[in-house]
């Protein structure tokens, strides 16, 4: 196989890495998704990987807690995954750095951007942690601000749907999936795909999104090697 891409982040949900258990995290669940990326690293393809918190906390949920402090929280479940993400790749013997954008030096780097563009072309598997570092900001506008920082040639966006729909595909059976959408579509129907500060940064650095399905996670491979798969959001 030959990869369509140089330079990747992948987008990853903190759900994605519960598996069945909807909660915490499924190791074996992580290990499968870790063993797709291994064969993306060692196509050739440099790895960015940005990963939500959702498998154990979403501070759009906590009621009355004070939003900042909320998605600080969230931001610590972040690192959680990474930490987790990390050991499963080491466990695959890829070598992989954990950064994060709030510093915690005893257990990773702060993220610096021409440091992060090293490992990967070294061949190393850099993990952002900790979202963009702000609150306010969801971990897919912080994938769309890393691919845009470090010259990712795309977005990766694995998902439980295989693409984006004209509306939700559970609720109505009649939905239509797109092979391809333009940014201006998805910012004018709010489908969806990333939240819109997410679209509107890859649109305004011409960095295309694919969303498709993680259930199962050879796709992850496939996308990088051009397989038609998910939907294509670019400007065209």
């Known amino acids: ?6 330079r990747i982040v992948l987008k990853l949900s903190g ?8 909660f915490g995290i499924d190791y074996d669940t992580v290990v ?33 807690m004070d939003r900042t402090r909320a998605d600080h929280m969230g931001m610590m479940a972040t690192v959680i995954n990474s930490l987790a993400l990390a050991d499963a790749l080491e ?15 005893a257990i990773a780097e702060p993220y610096i951007r021409s440091r992060a563009v090293r490992h990967m072309e070294k061949g190393r598997v850099v993990i952002f942690g900790c979202g963009t570092g702000s609150p306010f900001f969801s971990t ?28 939700d595909p559970h609720k109505f059976p009649d939905a239509k999936r797109y092979d391809t959408v333009s940014f201006s579509q998805v910012l004018e129907q709010n489908l969806s795909v990333m939240d819109m500060t997410a679209a509107s940064l890859c649109r305004d650095n011409g960095v295309p999104i694919l969303v498709f399905d993680l259930s199962d996670p050879e796709n992850i491979c496939r996308a990088v090697c051009g397989e038609h798969i998910g939907t294509t959001v670019k400007e065209v």
């Open 91 to 105: 466990g695959l013997e890829v070598p992989v750095r954990v950064q994060t954008a709030i510093a915690m030096q």
């Open 32 to 64: 499968s998704i870790c063993r797709s990326i291994k064969k993306c690293v060692e196509l050739g393809t440099q790895v960015g990987i940005v990963v939500g918190g959702g498998n154990f906390w979403r501070g759009r949920s906590s009621g009355k």
């Open 1 to 6: 196989m030959t990869p369509s891409y140089r």
């Open 140 to 167: 897919d506008t912080a994938a769309a601000l890393r691919a845009a920082e470090v010259g990712a040639d795309i977005v990766l966006k694995a998902t439980m749907v295989d693409g984006v729909y004209d509306k």
């Open 15 to 22: 759900e994605a890495l519960a598996g069945k258990n909807g």
